[in-house]
């Protein structure tokens, strides 16, 4: 049975706190108030979560994202203009087919809703509503019942003069899909003011349950205060962070409490919080995360939101501050007040009862605000994408964005940590990473700085040390002006989604850890990084073959930083090498064209004889090869060719590939008996699949090959001194075993497509295609008997990509066309 939440209200009556927040994300003990309605639906068995959204939707999306972190399965249903509550869940009907259960994302309960299932069924009704009794229902429905629980009439938020009963609609409804007869579709309407009105006066079986347990609307600043005690009471069943330090105190990991401060029950702190000396907290105080409290603070009946700071001697009672707000020496909050997110409150200034002061608002030292200041909201945009944070340098990627990243990526690493940074030799790259670095030790921690190094040397560097992860800072291939920062996890390998996630909501919630100076992290610059990943590279190869052989080799570095990795590894080849482009310059680097240095070398090859040709791309990831008659082979070919060699004399070899790899991938395998993993797109995806066991060699179709053995990464060194390895044991020429590949023919297309019409062309498609043997690792892969076609919409881009291989170009170039053509047809 499937949950409708109900979370597309803007919470006007809660401003400023809800300024720049929608209310179901209001923080309710250090959990958003959705969190806990959340959290009771998969406690009575509800996993497939429906969320109706409007007034800012990301801040929702970002963070429960596909439910998985909390064990459910949720979609959601934007509505563009408000269409009420009825018109909110007819919004989202396509994804209710059965009977289902509607509930406020905005509410704090412990109600029994397997009961109220159970009464529902139990009646045969078409809908039943959750009741509740409530000393003061003027806010709320009144719903007057019969004795055997139908329902006799409705009275939307009454008079005292028209008040006849206290049993009000908790806005908790089970449903029967035959209420949407009742709801005009491409209009505003509500449940208790339209809908059931009209399917009573049709005679449809409405019945009322009043439900046992606790229910708050918290739909003031008042409630919310009020909600907030209730919990710490224990008058509501929910889950609070934290460990209990005692009975009605809750304190949070990483959060510091001096012996001199006095923490009176019942509160709540939550974590990396820091408590100084002579502070009163409590009864009835709430800490978010984070927030650091200064000597001689008083801080009664008030709840305090993550990543604020209160200066020493000030006071609050019964006051609701916001996120990431400046409270500076000797400040006093009275009973009633309000603060919206980062404001700076000057020292000994006075917030009097009952004023209101919006977000991003400066009081003066000393002032006496009797009235209240208002201000409105602003919005955030995505992070992470394909290749990590992305953007022009100093205008979308900016130092202050860098320190505040760090901060939100540090915060996820437990204080006193270590984590590696590396850039590529460009300025733009020096300056942001030294910010990220700052952002780093302000939450407390560690740096090992490699300076300038490759990828592959970074994450050797991460695995191999005491490294709790990495970045790197580089400019962006292609586009000079823009930068990448590329965020590693303790394995050296990219932030999975999940990760980048967490990052994300801490960054746009700034809910940044930050230490005391005392803890502030330090920087070291680690000795021999380079010399131990080449160390380590020569250890899990066997040269003996290739230093018999005496190749000649010709290499274009690409005036990268594999300049500085390089002529280490090469002399341990005992080869002749001539290399080009072989010292690390930002112009060189910006300006070389791969496809260019590649026919140079060519040249080269064919000129002085070498066995071998190589460009390796300036941050050291990525190889095109030229075989020994001066032939550039495409990335398909390389790939085809490394697989040959390096399953030879294998069994029951396992490798990884994307799922857009060549027929003649698989029939290689084949060949040997090697199982293939098929893989996301992406490489980050393809490099966790090959860090998993067993993967002997992972590659795609663009010059990146993993050995995982030595490192679950893309590494061009590493591939470089594999492939002249495994030729000197074969005694093969490159060139013949080029010849001895396949012919293979790709296609490739990209069309235009709506990003909010992906979701209805991938979902038309499989309709379409049901009655076919479909491979849905990435995409809808879409086998033939002479080839394949693969549709996947672009994760960034309003775009379709299609991909096919055909037994011909012509062949190939058709399919891709005509599942172009389709997804067209299924936009119109």
């Given at each position: 049975m499937k949950a409708v939440i109900m979370a597309g209200g803007e919470g006007t009556r809660l401003r400023p706190l809800t300024s720049n927040q929608?209310?179901?994300?209001?923080?309710?003990?250090?959990?958003?108030?959705?969190?806990?309605v959340v959290r009771l639906l998969r406690q009575h068995g509800f996993t497939d979560i429906v969320v109706t959204v409007a007034f800012m939707a990301n801040a929702i999306r970002s963070y429960f994202g596909d439910g998985s972190e909390l064990g459910v399965r949720m979609v959601y249903a934007t509505e563009e203009t408000p269409l009420g509550t009825a018109g909110s869940v007819l919004n989202a009907r396509a994804e209710l087919d059965d009977r289902f259960l509607v509930i406020s994302g905005d509410v704090l309960t412990d109600v029994d809703l397997g009961a109220l299932v159970d009464y529902h069924v139990g009646k045969g009704a078409v809908a039943t509503l959750a009741l509740h009794h409530v000393p003061n229902p003027l806010e709320f429905g009144i719903v007057i019942t019969k004795e055997d629980g139908t329902i006799d009439r409705f009275l939307e938020k009454?008079?005292?003069?028209?008040?006849?009963?206290?049993t009000i609609n908790t806005g908790i409804y089970v449903l029967e899909p035959e209420i949407f007869e009742f709801i005009p579709p491409n209009m505003a309407v509500d449940f208790a003011g339209d809908v059931?009105?009209?399917?009573?006066?049709?005679?449809?079986?409405?019945?009322?349950?009043?439900?046992?347990?606790y229910w708050e609307d918290v739909g003031t600043t008042e409630a919310y205060l009020r909600a907030h005690q209730d919990v710490l009471d224990q008058k509501v069943q929910v889950d609070i962070g934290g460990f209990p330090l005692r009975p009605g105190v809750w304190l949070g990991k990483g959060s510091t409490i001096d012996p001199a401060a006095e923490v009176s029950g019942p509160a709540v702190i939550g974590d990396n919080c820091s408590i100084g000396a002579g502070v009163t907290l409590g009864p009835y105080a709430t800490l978010g995360d984070n927030v650091r409290i200064a000597d001689g603070v008083e801080i009664r009946h008030a709840v305090v939101a993550d990543n604020s700071y209160l200066g020493a001697g000030s006071r609050l009672e019964g006051t609701l501050v916001g996120r990431s707000c400046d409270l500076r020496r000797g400040v006093r909050c009275d009973p009633g007040s309000v603060l919206g997110d980062n404001c700076l409150i000057g020292a000994d200034a006075e917030i009097r009862a009952g004023v209101k002061v919006y977000p991003f608002k400066t009081v003066e030292a000393g002032a006496v605000v009797n009235s209240s200041i208002v201000w409105e909201s602003m919005g955030h945009r995505l992070l992470f994408g394909r290749e990590g944070v992305r953007g022009l340098a100093n205008v979308d990627v900016t130092p202050e964005l860098g320190v505040r990243l760090a901060m939100a990526w540090a915060s996820t690493l437990d204080r006193g940590s270590t984590i590696t940074a590396s850039r590529d030799t460009s300025r733009a790259a020096r300056m942001l990473k030294r910010t990220i670095m700052v952002g780093c030790n302000a939450a407390g921690i560690n740096v090992e700085d490699l300076e300038v190094a490759t990828l592959p040397v970074t994450r050797h560097q991460v695995r191999n040390s005491a490294s709790r992860g990495g970045f790197t800072v580089r400019l962006a291939g292609g586009d000079p002006q823009s930068v990448v920062i590329r965020f590693f996890d303790a394995e050296g390998l990219d932030l999975d989604e999940s990760a980048q996630r967490k990052v994300e909501r801490l960054y746009h919630r700034e809910e940044f850890r930050l230490v005391l100076a005392s803890d502030i992290?330090?920087?070291?610059?680690?000795?021999?990084?380079?010399?131990?990943?080449?160390?380590?590279?020569?250890?899990?190869?066997?040269?003996?073959?290739?230093?018999?052989?005496?190749?000649?080799?010709?290499?274009?570095?690409?005036f990268g930083s594999a300049s500085f990795v390089m002529p280490n590894l090469l002399s341990k080849l005992d080869a002749?090498?001539?290399?080009?482009?072989?010292?690390?310059?930002?112009?060189?680097?910006?300006?070389?064209?791969?496809?260019l240095n590649a026919r140079r070398v060519a040249d080269l090859v064919r000129a002085s004889g070498a066995q071998l040709g190589a460009v390796v791309d300036a941050d050291g990831e990525r190889l095109?090869?030229?075989?020994?008659?001066?032939t550039v082979l495409s990335g398909e070919q390389a790939l085809l060719?490394?697989?040959?060699?390096v399953l030879q004399g294998t069994s029951a070899a396992k490798v990884a590939l994307p799922v857009s790899v060549s027929r003649a991938a698989e029939a290689i395998c084949a060949e040997h008996g090697a199982t293939v993993v098929f893989t996301k797109l992406t490489a980050a995806h393809l490099m966790e699949v090959a860090a998993t066991p067993g993967i002997l060699f992972a590659g795609d179709q663009s010059g990146g090959f993993v050995w995982p053995a030595f490192l679950p990464a893309f590494d061009a060194a590493a591939t470089l001194v594999k492939l002249v390895s495994m030729l000197a044991a074969s005694g093969q020429s490159l060139s013949k075993l080029v010849a001895s590949i396949p012919p293979v023919h790709l296609a490739h297309a990209e069309t235009p497509t709506p990003s909010e019409h992906k979701g209805q062309v991938m979902?038309?498609?499989?309709?379409?295609?049901?009655?076919?043997?479909?491979?849905?690792?990435?995409?809808?892969?879409?086998?033939?008997?002479?080839?394949?076609?693969?549709?996947?919409?672009?994760?960034?881009?309003?775009?379709?990509?299609?991909?096919?291989?055909?037994?011909?170009?012509?062949a190939a170039a058709a399919r891709t066309r005509h599942y172009v053509a389709t997804i067209n047809a299924l936009l119109h």
């Amino acid at each position: 049975m499937k949950a409708v939440i109900m979370a597309g209200g803007e919470g006007t009556r809660l401003r400023p706190l809800t300024s720049n927040q929608p209310k179901p994300m209001l923080p309710m003990a250090n959990r958003p108030l959705m969190e806990h309605v959340v959290r009771l639906l998969r406690q009575h068995g509800f996993t497939d979560i429906v969320v109706t959204v409007a007034f800012m939707a990301n801040a929702i999306r970002s963070y429960f994202g596909d439910g998985s972190e909390l064990g459910v399965r949720m979609v959601y249903a934007t509505e563009e203009t408000p269409l009420g509550t009825a018109g909110s869940v007819l919004n989202a009907r396509a994804e209710l087919d059965d009977r289902f259960l509607v509930i406020s994302g905005d509410v704090l309960t412990d109600v029994d809703l397997g009961a109220l299932v159970d009464y529902h069924v139990g009646k045969g009704a078409v809908a039943t509503l959750a009741l509740h009794h409530v000393p003061n229902p003027l806010e709320f429905g009144i719903v007057i019942t019969k004795e055997d629980g139908t329902i006799d009439r409705f009275l939307e938020k009454p008079t005292w003069g028209q008040v006849f009963s206290d049993t009000i609609n908790t806005g908790i409804y089970v449903l029967e899909p035959e209420i949407f007869e009742f709801i005009p579709p491409n209009m505003a309407v509500d449940f208790a003011g339209d809908v059931f009105p009209a399917a009573l006066q049709a005679g449809r079986p409405l019945y009322g349950y009043v439900v046992e347990g606790y229910w708050e609307d918290v739909g003031t600043t008042e409630a919310y205060l009020r909600a907030h005690q209730d919990v710490l009471d224990q008058k509501v069943q929910v889950d609070i962070g934290g460990f209990p330090l005692r009975p009605g105190v809750w304190l949070g990991k990483g959060s510091t409490i001096d012996p001199a401060a006095e923490v009176s029950g019942p509160a709540v702190i939550g974590d990396n919080c820091s408590i100084g000396a002579g502070v009163t907290l409590g009864p009835y105080a709430t800490l978010g995360d984070n927030v650091r409290i200064a000597d001689g603070v008083e801080i009664r009946h008030a709840v305090v939101a993550d990543n604020s700071y209160l200066g020493a001697g000030s006071r609050l009672e019964g006051t609701l501050v916001g996120r990431s707000c400046d409270l500076r020496r000797g400040v006093r909050c009275d009973p009633g007040s309000v603060l919206g997110d980062n404001c700076l409150i000057g020292a000994d200034a006075e917030i009097r009862a009952g004023v209101k002061v919006y977000p991003f608002k400066t009081v003066e030292a000393g002032a006496v605000v009797n009235s209240s200041i208002v201000w409105e909201s602003m919005g955030h945009r995505l992070l992470f994408g394909r290749e990590g944070v992305r953007g022009l340098a100093n205008v979308d990627v900016t130092p202050e964005l860098g320190v505040r990243l760090a901060m939100a990526w540090a915060s996820t690493l437990d204080r006193g940590s270590t984590i590696t940074a590396s850039r590529d030799t460009s300025r733009a790259a020096r300056m942001l990473k030294r910010t990220i670095m700052v952002g780093c030790n302000a939450a407390g921690i560690n740096v090992e700085d490699l300076e300038v190094a490759t990828l592959p040397v970074t994450r050797h560097q991460v695995r191999n040390s005491a490294s709790r992860g990495g970045f790197t800072v580089r400019l962006a291939g292609g586009d000079p002006q823009s930068v990448v920062i590329r965020f590693f996890d303790a394995e050296g390998l990219d932030l999975d989604e999940s990760a980048q996630r967490k990052v994300e909501r801490l960054y746009h919630r700034e809910e940044f850890r930050l230490v005391l100076a005392s803890d502030i992290g330090d920087i070291d610059f680690p000795a021999r990084a380079v010399e131990q990943y080449t160390a380590d590279l020569v250890a899990a190869i066997d040269l003996s073959a290739t230093r018999r052989a005496g190749f000649k080799l010709v290499l274009d570095l690409s005036f990268g930083s594999a300049s500085f990795v390089m002529p280490n590894l090469l002399s341990k080849l005992d080869a002749d090498v001539l290399v080009v482009n072989s010292y690390a310059q930002t112009r060189g680097m910006i300006s070389a064209d791969r496809l260019l240095n590649a026919r140079r070398v060519a040249d080269l090859v064919r000129a002085s004889g070498a066995q071998l040709g190589a460009v390796v791309d300036a941050d050291g990831e990525r190889l095109t090869i030229i075989d020994d008659e001066g032939t550039v082979l495409s990335g398909e070919q390389a790939l085809l060719v490394l697989l040959r060699l390096v399953l030879q004399g294998t069994s029951a070899a396992k490798v990884a590939l994307p799922v857009s790899v060549s027929r003649a991938a698989e029939a290689i395998c084949a060949e040997h008996g090697a199982t293939v993993v098929f893989t996301k797109l992406t490489a980050a995806h393809l490099m966790e699949v090959a860090a998993t066991p067993g993967i002997l060699f992972a590659g795609d179709q663009s010059g990146g090959f993993v050995w995982p053995a030595f490192l679950p990464a893309f590494d061009a060194a590493a591939t470089l001194v594999k492939l002249v390895s495994m030729l000197a044991a074969s005694g093969q020429s490159l060139s013949k075993l080029v010849a001895s590949i396949p012919p293979v023919h790709l296609a490739h297309a990209e069309t235009p497509t709506p990003s909010e019409h992906k979701g209805q062309v991938m979902r038309s498609l499989l309709e379409r295609l049901s009655d076919r043997q479909l491979v849905l690792v990435d995409g809808v892969k879409v086998p033939e008997p002479d080839g394949w076609a693969l549709i996947a919409p672009d994760p960034e881009e309003p775009s379709m990509h299609v991909w096919a291989e055909g037994p011909s170009e012509a062949a190939a170039a058709a399919r891709t066309r005509h599942y172009v053509a389709t997804i067209n047809a299924l936009l119109h």
